[in-house]
């Protein structure tokens, strides 16, 4: 089986990065021993935090279920090793600026005991309705690094017909190589979870993109396509080259067709989905096991030996890092996630989540020029992969002007870092483009409770007139009442209410 | 020489019949002007500018009878925004506000309904004789119902 790298679209821009990836591939996958202490955030990507169904002191098991979503957007969260529940509180998590989140911290009493196992039978057999709400049983979310919840991009992608779907194994960024470890030891699951995903789609046709510089990958990908004989599955190659790995970017790459401003993939009939995905599918659809675990890669010249290691949820970064040898003399710089998307974060004990596909430790702070005025080179917008002009969103974004943000397409900006990368003045574009989206979200918000309050206002008002309107056609109709009532019943109340009156008087 | 001055005063007439034509039809633009004002206002409904709501405030500054400045709860991005649009200098804001929402101390209030009557936006619920509560998410921070309470039980809360 080979894999093709004509046929492609092309993409605006990006950038060859040095890769480093060599000596996190070099050995095996290494175990993460299950720590002492687990913690698990049960904060969602929106909706609010998911809600506990354990109480401080309960004991659970391994693939039990600890928190379900509170509304409709979340995951369900699962202890990813038996033992006690000690705390549900806040601890540090990797956000960027730092910052804590609800936690449910469970102590390990390293027996690892699972729950029963949930048969969920043949999954050729099952409806694909019934296989969504299955995948969402499992806590599966994206493990590209934007956990969005996959039977939920599964549920859209079913309403609007989508007829590709792409398992993304580029990983484009330097240093991270966990998907390339995942693709090379367990093909398998890989090919399996996109078997699994098209019954849920009813998706016609799969294609597994891994990037060139994966040569062992694609070779054992290949194998296991042509054991399996599956004809909806392809294999392609694409050029090494940041951002390749971005969904719209990857969509533009095999389909030539362009994700319209503010849409999804699946406005042009594609669903994107990471290998590691796939693999987490197939893991509990097939295999029973939820989403409870992860490969990831340490690598950094902070750390002893970069690897790529296997490790429950929940664990804390420290514990990773131990697993990789530890640090290497005194870190400086801990980053959860690439050197250019990645979160630099102060303190590892954070625990490691469905989003950590990279624990970075760089023995130096990046070292940043100093920033100096714009000149205008244009070379931000050359490597643009979204065909932005970046040197003029900073001028807006500087002036705070939303309009200017708008028109010029800031809401497309994939962050992925490589305009402050070529700019020759060293502005931080991308700080300060994810600021003004910050901004903008807030104008918007605020634009639409002032509307609400709006409505609110004159749905009030014309209650009252409506109120007053009816308060006076009720008098008329009474005052219309007497007169018709003719004046003897006018005299006939007159002389009650004078009675009335004489008898109060008395 | 005849010929000149009848077909000047042929296309004078057609361009003023045009005209006309072109003001019957089209909306009036000063309604036009009041709504876009209207749209950069809060909606607090708050009445601190002096007038009974956002949309006379509007019409005010449409009209020429109020200044820019008048609205707290905007703050300083209104008035740069309606100076943006009315092609008026920015000046500073009379007076200030921080965002605050209303609570009801709920243990102290007497259903007096007192409130419920003053909030614009319907933002208190409640019933004559039982305790009132503030729909926090609905608030637009007005103050409009403190004065109002006669057992000082509602306060401005600032949120974070």
Known sequence: ?506 | MLLAVVTITAIALLAGVGLAFVYRRLPAPDGDLVDEVDKLLPQTQCAQCGFPGCRPYAAAIVEGSATINLCPPGGDETVRRLARLLGKDVIPLAGSAIAAVAVINEADCIGCYHCRNACPVDAIVGAPQFMHTVIEAECTGCELCVAPCPVDCIEMRPVA
Not at chain 1, 43 to 67: K, N
Not at chain 1, 210 to 222: F, I, N, Q, T
Not at chain 1, 303 to 314: D, I, M, S
């Open chain 1, 1 to 506: 089986m080979t894999a093709p790298t004509y046929d492609l679209g092309t993409m605006h821009g990006g950038l060859r990065l040095p890769a480093f990836k060599h000596e996190s591939t070099s050995g095996p996958v290494r175990d993460v021993a299950i720590p002492t202490q687990l913690v698990l955030p049960i904060e969602q990507r929106a909706g609010g935090a998911a809600q506990p169904v354990v109480r401080v002191g309960q004991s659970v098991l391994r693939g039990q279920v600890i928190a379900e979503p509170g509304s409709g957007t979340g995951v369900p969260v699962h202890a990813s090793s038996s033992g006690r529940v000690v705390a549900i509180e806040s601890r540090p998590v990797a956000r960027r600026h730092g910052g804590t989140a609800p936690c449910i911290v469970i102590e390990c009493d390293g027996r690892d005991e699972a729950m029963p196992a949930q048969r969920h039978g043949q999954f050729r057999e099952i409806a694909p309705a019934d296989l969504l709400l299955q995948i969402l049983d499992g806590g599966i979310a994206g493990l590209g690094g934007a956990v969005f919840p996959t039977a939920q991009k599964l549920m859209q992608a079913r309403s609007a017909e989508v007829e590709l779907l792409i398992l993304n194994g580029v990983e484009c960024e330097p240093y991270i190589s966990c998907d390339d470890m995942l693709m090379r030891t367990r093909a398998e699951a890989v090919v399996g979870g996109a078997q699994i995903l098209l019954q849920a789609l009813q998706a016609g046709t799969c294609v597994i993109v891994v990037e060139s510089d994966k040569p062992d990958a694609l070779a054992r990908l290949g194998e296991v396509l042509a054991d399996t004989g599956d004809e909806r599955i392809s294999l392609k190659q694409v050029p090494t080259i940041y951002p390749s790995g971005g969904e719209d970017q990857l969509v533009q790459l095999i389909t030539s067709r362009e994700v319209p401003t503010g849409g999804l993939p699946t406005d042009v009939g594609c669903l994107v989905q990471n290998v590691g995905t796939a693999a987490a599918v197939h893991d509990w659809i097939v295999g029973n096991e939820p989403l409870i675990s992860r490969i990831t890669t340490v690598s950094g010249d902070g750390v002893a030996t970069p690897v790529n290691v296997r490790a429950r949820l929940g664990t804390p970064l420290a514990d990773v890092v131990r697993a990789a040898g530890g640090y290497r003399g005194e870190p400086r710089h801990l980053l959860v996630g690439g050197p250019m998307t990645g979160k630099s974060v102060t303190t590892d004990e954070v625990p490691l989540v469905k989003a950590t596909n990279c624990v970075l430790v760089l023995a130096d702070a990046p070292t940043v020029g100093t920033e100096r005025p714009c000149i205008r080179c244009g070379d931000c917008a050359a490597v643009c992969p979204v065909r932005l002009q970046p040197q003029q969103l900073l001028w807006y974004a500087n002036a705070d002007h939303e309009d200017g943000l708008r028109d010029f397409g800031l809401i497309d900006c994939i962050e992925c870092g490589c305009c402050d990368l070529v700019c020759p003045s060293h502005i931080r574009l991308t700080a300060a483009f994810r600021h003004a989206k910050g901004r903008i979200r807030e104008l918007a918000d605020e634009k639409a409770r002032a509307e609400r309050a709006r409505q609110r206002f004159e749905a009030r008002d014309e209650r009252l007139q409506r109120a007053s309107r009816e308060r006076e056609a009720e008098l008329a109709r009474q005052k219309a009442a007497a007169r018709s009532a003719g004046p003897a019943a006018i005299a006939e109340i007159l002389a009650r209410k004078r009675g009335k009156d004489e008898d109060a008087a008395e």
